[in-house]
Nanobody, 118 residues
Framework: VQLVESGGGLVQAGGSLRLSCAASGTVWGISGMGWYRQAPGKQRELVAIITSGGSTDYADSVKGRFTISGDNAMNTVWLQMNSLKPEDTAVYYC?????????????WGQGTQVTVSS
């Protein structure tokens, strides 16, 4: 399974970005997809998740500003980020939870940099 992120970049505070993550390869039993981020010197943290049933959840720090969505086949997931703040600066990683020949596990993208200037 390969996850490819796109849409990161440099934006001023208050601006918007839309991240995309496309999944390819053979995977089944997908429970959900999500976005995580890691800022320099900090641990990777959950930003938003969407389950195969369409339920969503968000980190408190992004509620009301970010929106996660996905297609029905769970092949693609998007993260709409509005009202960006400098503290949103991080590498954003796409995550998929599902099964391949080695069992149920996490799959990760390579990450896309988001930089918010003040």
């Amino acid at each position: 399974v390969q996850l490819v992120e796109s849409g990161g970049g440099l934006v001023q505070a208050g601006g918007s970005l839309r991240l995309s993550c496309a999944a390819s390869g053979t995977v089944w039993g997908i429970s959900g997809m999500g976005w995580y981020r890691q800022a320099p010197g900090k641990q990777r943290e959950l930003v938003a998740i969407i389950t195969s049933g369409g339920s969503t959840d968000y980190a408190d720090s992004v509620k009301g500003r970010f929106t996660i969505s996905g297609d029905n086949a769970m092949n693609t997931v998007w993260l709409q980020m509005n009202s960006l703040k400098p503290e949103d600066t991080a590498v954003y990683y796409c995550n998929l939870q599902g099964s391949d020949g080695r069992g149920f596990r996490d799959f990760w993208g390579q990450g896309t940099q988001v930089t918010v200037s003040s």
